[in-house]
């Protein structure tokens, strides 16, 4: 479990592609104090275990699903990667709760100047409509952010300078793929109202697209209206 608060900017070493798997070897400081063999690291979103450590950073093993859903398969030497070390239970919540669980993929459609920040729009995956929600929390590349807009092919989100110089976000530019995670609490609604819909509940991918069976008539009846 993460917060989507990046607390590293890392360095990508190397990818050793292993058959349809590999392993990433990421360059960092902050993140290896307290980190051990075994421990989770949110890599850009992906929550991966590590399974090496040096005085220049850690090496994590990246089934096949990671590196065909990610972001995470097209990294070569000197990418950056946002970084994050598990929560610990009493730590701030400063963000949201994020799994580390990539949804998909996207990209940056526009970046524009709103004031002192950014406004930036992402293209939104068939996956991904209707877990996205103005007002509502969305992780970009791991980063906790909060959705602005929302359209039919695309959100936007807000971002300080802060962010901006804390994270890979620093190098953002139009075209730049992104890993995006939902709200875990509107992932669960969602599948909730489904199933009382009378629709077996599956992942994200598998119901978008599809009849979604929700009405007003039937959400009265249920009481949330």
């Known amino acids: 479990m993460f917060t989507g608060l990046i607390e590293e900017v890392g360095v990508v070493r190397r990818l050793e592609r292993l058959g349809q798997g590999g392993r990433l070897s990421i360059a960092a400081r902050t993140v290896l104090e307290g980190t051990r063999v075994g421990d989770s ?14 005085a220049d950073g850690f090496v994590v093993d990246c089934m096949p699903e990671t590196l065909t859903h990610t972001t995470l398969g097209e990294a070569r030497p000197g990418t950056l990667v946002n970084l994050e070390r598990a929560l610990a239970l009493g730590d ?36 991904l409509v209707g877990y996205v929600a103005p007002k509502g929390s969305v992780a970009v590349d791991g980063i906790s952010l909060t959705v602005i807009s929302v359209g039919q092919e695309a959100f ?7 962010t901006v110089q804390a994270t890979a976000l620093r190098s953002m530019r139009v075209g730049q793929k992104v890993n995006l995670e939902a709200d875990v609490i509107a992932r669960y609604v969602r599948q909730s109202l489904l199933s009382l ?3 077996s509940p599956s992942p994200p991918a598998s119901t978008v697209g599809s009849p979604s069976g929700l009405t007003e008539e039937f959400l009265r009846e249920q009481g949330f209206l």
Request: hydrophobic share 55%; glycine share 14%; net charge negative.
């Open 197 to 199: 819909a009378g629709q």
């Open 156 to 162: 936007t989100v807000g971002i300080i300078p802060h």
């Open 41 to 54: 690291v949110a890599v850009s979103g992906a929550c991966l275990t590590v399974v090496a450590l040096d």
């Open 92 to 127: 701030r919540l400063g963000g949201h709760l994020v799994l580390g669980h990539v949804d998909g993929v996207a990209q940056i459609v526009e970046v524009r100047r709103a004031g002192i920040a950014w406004e930036v729009d992402i293209s939104l995956p068939a996956a």
